[in-house]
């Protein structure tokens, strides 16, 4: 644990670790919820609809959360913190084997595979905001299991383009994950899914020495983008292999559902900004949002401009920007939106863009 700072008493650090710890342990809601509709199932229709319920509360939390612009305490522990990011992993990965589990008792044609996509599949999705923590840390165990987690929703590349390639990219026409002023999400999801695994291809034929690397050359051995894959696919043939082909068709649907999710919030963190600097990234990259909901509850990923200025700064300690450009809503409303209603997100940040003179309207500067 750190020394506290001289002018602060020991037992008020202790005071504000305990009250942020507490407030950051809603982070276990999303994967909690999810635990208890593997752990309790099969269900008859009507059971399984009434594990919306959590979901619909989510969002309606996030739509009228407070505002949380207040700095971390300075000087917080590290451990409880990670013990946090630690246990929503591994809570994903028991969801893992019981969703797999559960298709291996029963038809895929049931009410639990509709409603077990949405609450596990977006659970899984909330692994990602976990792994994408542990990936940015340098301790090579975290980000292992940060790869691991990436690897149980088939998505293992995120690990090399995100870190390698987004941070340092990010609001450049060259960054697949940055999404185009105008762009509706679904043309972005088809353009940037493939980019961003060709991206992450060819940064690590890179790293390896020749770009344009055959397949069949033997530095590829050293590709992480190929071992990812081998061990992402050979979890999926693992499942096949033992709970049979019902269990494996589930085990994909929640994937495909978790990395959309994924590239929903991709779309709206950079939604029409432009780097004024190609040298270094600025808190005006990368849109914040203010809920306290999604503050607490996903990690930290509400300061993300922060995030992309000091990458491996753990989550408790990301701060507010008031220079960023600031989203409508928290990160579980807006996935609603930008899925449901696209045109009615890109008014909202058109007209945010133009308030603080950014992307298109940047040059209205004087």
Same mark, same amino acid.
Not at 175 to 185: H, K, L, S
């Given at each position: ?7 602060a008493a020991p037992h008020a650090v202790g005071r504000s670790t305990i009250r942020a710890w507490v407030r950051h342990s809603l982070a276990l809601y999303v994967p909690g919820q999810a635990l208890l509709f593997v752990a309790t199932g099969p269900h008859p229709w009507w059971l399984a609809l009434l ?5 619909v509360a989510a969002h309606v939390w996030d739509i009228r959360s407070s505002a949380e612009t207040r700095q971390p305490a300075a000087d917080l522990p590290h451990g409880p913190f990670d013990v946090l990011v630690y246990l929503a992993g591994a809570v994903h990965l028991l969801n893992m084997l019981l ?102 291809? &060819?940064? /690590?034929?890179?790293? #390896? ?5 055959? %397949? ?6 050293? @590709? *992480? ?95 507010? &920007?008031? /220079?960023?450009?600031? #989203? ?5 409303? %807006? ?6 209603? @696209? *045109? ?23």
């Amino acid at each position: 644990m750190r020394a506290a700072p001289p002018t602060a008493a020991p037992h008020a650090v202790g005071r504000s670790t305990i009250r942020a710890w507490v407030r950051h342990s809603l982070a276990l809601y999303v994967p909690g919820q999810a635990l208890l509709f593997v752990a309790t199932g099969p269900h008859p229709w009507w059971l399984a609809l009434l594990f919306l319920l959590p979901i619909v509360a989510a969002h309606v939390w996030d739509i009228r959360s407070s505002a949380e612009t207040r700095q971390p305490a300075a000087d917080l522990p590290h451990g409880p913190f990670d013990v946090l990011v630690y246990l929503a992993g591994a809570v994903h990965l028991l969801n893992m084997l019981l969703w797999a589990r559960l298709f291996a008792e029963q038809s895929l044609l049931s009410m639990d595979l509709l409603i077990g996509v949405i609450v596990v599949g977006g659970s899984a999705g909330f692994s990602i905001i976990t792994a994408h923590e542990l990936i940015h840390r340098p301790p090579l165990a975290e980000r292992l299991y940060g790869r691991l987690l990436l690897c149980t929703v088939m998505y293992e590349h995120f690990y090399t383009e995100h870190v390698r390639g987004h941070h340092v990219r990010v609001g450049t026409p060259d960054d697949p994950a940055t999404a185009r002023f105008g762009e509706t999400f679904e043309h972005f999801f088809r353009r940037t899914v493939p980019a961003q695994f060709r991206s992450a291809w &060819r940064l /690590e034929t890179s790293r #390896l020495g020749d770009p344009e690397m055959p %397949l069949l050359d033997r530095r590829q051995l050293g @590709n *992480r983008v190929l071992h990812g894959l081998a061990v992402e696919w050979g979890i999926a043939l693992l499942v096949l292999g033992t709970l049979g082909l019902a269990s494996v068709v589930a085990y994909l649907l929640q994937a495909l559902y978790a990395f959309r999710l994924l590239e929903i919030v991709n779309y709206f963190e950079h939604w029409g900004l432009t780097r004024r600097d190609p040298k270094r990234v600025s808190p005006e990259d990368s849109w914040d949002t203010h809920s306290r909901f999604t503050y607490y509850g996903l990690i930290g990923l509400s300061r993300h401009a922060d995030h992309h200025q000091f990458a491996s700064r753990p989550y408790p300690e990301l701060r507010y &920007r008031e /220079e960023a450009p600031v #989203l409508p809503y928290g990160y579980i409303a %807006l996935i609603t939106l930008v899925a449901t209603n @696209n *045109r009615r997100f890109q008014r909202l940040a058109i007209d945010e863009l133009r308030r603080k003179r950014l992307g298109p309207f940047a040059q209205e500067l004087t």
